[in-house]
């Protein structure tokens, strides 16, 4: 069998752990502490984060999106297939290795997504985005440590917590779609996005896609569209 070869390492900000990137032929694995945390084989999961949330604002066609989390740019290129030639895309990532990482070792795997003239990288952490983004998105995708039973960095519970919740529906435009991805489903997480006011969905899906693999959850929370004048 091929042996993994370590690519390159980083530690995570306001944490002690640290992210690595390994491969073993044409596979790609990113891991922390020995955990992994995605593979290049499997990524059906974070086609349909982006799939599914887009199919929800199809009617804009100048949609403006933020998505929480690089990862191997599954996300951001799933999205970019589904979004209009007039939309914008905010990609926040934490760690710059990643972002690194994709530009040298995984840009071919997901077809380059962080070259499309629609895509901006930011090099931050997507809470700070989502505290000071009033109104200003119509879809947030949080792809974001391992989804509200996080692994990798304890400041990211913040982002599930009825505060960050409360963010992001803030951020979002009336009607507008926060769609989150999780390696394992939670109840009382789908009662928080209620109480924040989203309408919620929660979907299973196969982390390989039709290829099948381990399920994976993902929530589509709506926040609410102001009603109408009165007659």
Known sequence: MIPWELLGSAQISGSGEKLCLFRRGREFSIRVNGCELMNS???????????????RIADRDRAHVLIGGLGMGY???AA????????????????PAVVEWNREFLADLAGRPLQDPRVTV??????GILRTGHGAFDMILLDVDNGPAGLTRKAN???YS?????????ALTPGGVLAVWSAV????FTKRLSRAG???EEVRVRARGSGGGGRHTIWLARSRTPAGPGP
Not at 41 to 55: F, M, N, Q, V, W
Not at 162 to 170: F, I, V
Not at 185 to 188: L, Y
């Open 41 to 55: 084989r499997a990524h059906g999961s974070e086609d349909a984060l982006a799939d599914l949330a887009c199919a």
């Open 75 to 77: 996300t951001a290129a």
């Open 80 to 95: 970019l297939r589904r979004l209009g030639s007039g939309s914008r895309v905010v990609v926040a990532e934490l760690v």
């Open 122 to 127: 930011q090099e931050a952490d997507v809470a």
């Open 157 to 159: 519970d913040w982002l």
């Open 162 to 170: 009825p505060s960050g919740l409360e963010a992001a529906y803030t």
């Open 185 to 188: 489903p939670d109840s009382a």
């Open 198 to 200: 989203f309408r919620v």
